[in-house]
């Protein structure tokens, strides 16, 4: 889809050819995109957000007509998931670090609840130890997610 600002100052989507494979994490994000592709910068990260959302709406819809029990599902997925505060303590960082990572594109959420806790994958544990190693290195913030991503 291609974003455009309407004579009202408010996004309109048009259908475009590309197609986004990778999920967006944070939905809690979609301002800051929305806003980075109205005042003429890449819509990617924009494009990313809305496919993600259009892929999670299929799913749920699809389990419900097929008569898959969605909860059974989240509620296996999100034990190996891990929230915030059980990801700082396993990696040694502050609540605020991890925070400001993901709002930087370095980690990435793998799911939010419904109470709006954000959940993080195992996998982060690991991504969090390679950035404070790079930061060992002395490279700065866009550097490392250059490296990671």
Known sequence: MHVRRSSRCRPVLEPCHEVLTEPVASCGELDR????????????????????????SLDIYLNALT????????????????????????????????????KEGLIEISDTTAAGYQLYAPEMIE???????????????????GRIK
């Not at 989240?74 to 990572?101: F, H, P, V």
């Not at 991504?127 to 997610?145: A, D, F, V």
């Open 33 to 56: 995109r929305l806003e980075k592709a109205q005042l003429g910068g890449s819509d990617l990260d924009y494009k990313k957000v809305i496919y993600d959302a259009a892929n999670r």
């Open 127 to 145: 991504r969090i130890k390679t950035i404070r190693h790079l930061q060992g290195q002395r490279l700065t913030l866009s550097e490392i997610k």
């Open 67 to 102: 008569g898959k029990d969605d909860k059974k599902l989240s509620q296996k997925s999100d034990s190996d998931l891990l929230r915030i505060g059980q990801l700082a303590k396993q990696t040694g960082e502050s609540n605020a670090t991890i925070r400001y990572w993901t």
